[in-house]
């Protein structure tokens, strides 16, 4: 049996602090028609899809800063992109600043089925950066300021004929990320970044942005059985180069598509969510050789190093 999902990687170019959302939503919008044109069912949209990376710039006021936040979504300017993907019986996945009525920060993304319908909302679990101002740096990277981490976790839900599931940017970096929603049986994983190139604490790092890239997705994709649609903002947005490299990636871990600009891009690939059964159920069938009362004395934190 195949179950065929045509997934979409709908990569975005900068996205500077003058441009709107209306012109924001043109480029979604455009990319969407895009994917329709190469029979798309889905389409990946990046992390803070709707505006510049605001948390590159440190202000001492938080509520100055509301405007960079969805209050609803849709909301009247983003409502064009829902009615298109549903008249293109697309769906999609849409990452964004979320302000709640509460007055909770947090750094979303949702997922749109083909008839238009919210089907999930994912909040950030693993927020990077720093807290307070940093002015000795060339660019802030306070996302902790920002944004409340997540305790919501990370669930899987039956959607485009597949077991969908989400994570955002440092996420990625994680494997928990993927094995908490590996146990859940995830066969797609949808994760929007916006990783500068430049990083501060250790600029050793930055010639390795793209390999640590694609090994986390890669190796998240390979060890759980699942595909992993990472997708980019990316360019050089107000002064910062972001990585690119947005990519659909096999259970096998092999990468069926990747972008080659630095610009609004879609690659896509046709996915046959079957494939996953190939490695969860052979090398990693998790009931039969994973050994959880080995790793449950150590997995929930730090474990003491023997003498
Ligand atoms: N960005 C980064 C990421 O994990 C970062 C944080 C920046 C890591 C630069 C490494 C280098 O890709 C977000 N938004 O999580």
């Not at 990625?172 to 500068?196: A, D, F, H, K």
């Not at 046959?272 to 929930?300: N, S």
Request: charged fraction near 20%; aromatic fraction near 10%.
């Amino acid at each position: 049996m195949t179950r065929l999902l045509h997934v979409g990687a709908a990569q975005l170019g900068p996205i500077q602090q003058s441009d709107d959302r209306a012109s924001v939503v043109i480029r979604l919008i455009e990319l969407l028609r895009q994917a329709k044109a190469a029979k798309c069912e889905l389409v990946v949209f990046p992390e803070l899809a709707l505006t510049t990376f605001f948390p590159r710039w440190f202000v001492d006021d938080i509520a100055t800063t509301d405007h960079w936040y969805e209050t609803e979504m849709p909301s009247a300017v983003t409502l064009p992109l829902f009615l298109e993907a549903k008249r293109l019986e697309i769906g999609f996945c849409l990452g964004y600043a979320e302000l709640t009525p509460q007055g909770e920060r947090f750094n979303t993304q949702i997922l749109v089925e083909r008839d238009g319908s919210v089907v999930a909302k994912y909040r950030k679990v693993h927020i990077p950066g720093h807290e307070t101002n940093e002015p000795d740096r060339p660019f802030q990277h306070a996302e902790r300021y920002y944004f409340t981490p997540s305790a919501e976790g990370f669930g899987v839900w039956k959607a485009f004929g597949g077991r969908m599931g989400m994570m955002i940017c440092n996420d990625r970096r994680w494997p928990e990320s993927y094995r908490v929603m590996g146990l859940q049986g995830v066969e797609m994983i949808l994760c929007g970044y916006n990783t500068p190139m430049h990083y501060v604490p250790d600029p050793t790092q930055d010639v390795l942005q793209g390999f640590h890239n694609a090994l986390v997705m890669q190796s998240g994709a390979y060890q759980n059985g699942t595909f992993v649609v990472g997708v980019a903002k990316g360019g050089v947005e107000e002064g910062v180069l972001g990585l690119c490299d947005s990519s659909i990636i096999a259970p096998s871990g092999e990468i069926l598509a990747k972008t080659v600009t630095t610009g609004d891009e879609l690659v896509s690939a046709v996915c046959d969510l079957d494939w996953c059964k190939q490695y969860k159920e052979t090398l990693f069938d998790f009931d039969k050789y994973r050994r959880p009362e080995v790793y449950g004395r150590i997995t929930a934190q730090r474990g003491a190093v023997l003498d």
